[in-house]
């Protein structure tokens, strides 16, 4: 069984920067990707940025140039630095762990909440 702890959502103003961190517990092996999705109110959850075992890396337009995602294999972590945010920024933020060719193998992290707001 895999389980996956997010941490460091809450509550920032425009222009400012929160790192959000995801630690995979359970059997899990470098060729996965790990990754962040987010859900706001009313729209369906959409990709933020993704990882693979590689170190591969992809981004929603809304966020290029200003989201980082990394991993740290050996503590099976996967960070997301989100700089100059924008009150559209605001959401849930999910911890996604998949293996890229096996379907059943695919995680969620329970949420983490981000508001930008004045």
């Known amino acids: 069984q895999v389980q996956l702890v997010e941490s460091g959502g809450g509550l920032v103003q425009p222009g400012g920067s929160l790192r959000l961190s995801c630690v995979a517990f359970g059997s899990i092996f470098s060729t996965y990707n790990m990754g962040w999705y987010r859900q706001a109110p009313g729209k369906q959850r959409e990709l933020v940025a993704d990882v693979t075992g590689g170190g591969s890396t992809n981004y929603a337009d809304s966020v290029k140039g200003r989201f980082t995602i990394s991993r740290d294999n050996a503590k099976n972590t996967v960070y997301l630095q989100m700089n100059n945010l924008k009150p559209e920024d605001t959401a849930v933020y999910y911890c996604?762990?998949?293996?890229?060719?096996?379907?059943?193998?695919?995680?969620w992290g329970q949420g983490t909440q981000v508001t930008v707001s004045s």
């Open positions: 996604n762990l998949h293996h890229p060719l096996i379907p059943r193998y695919d995680y």
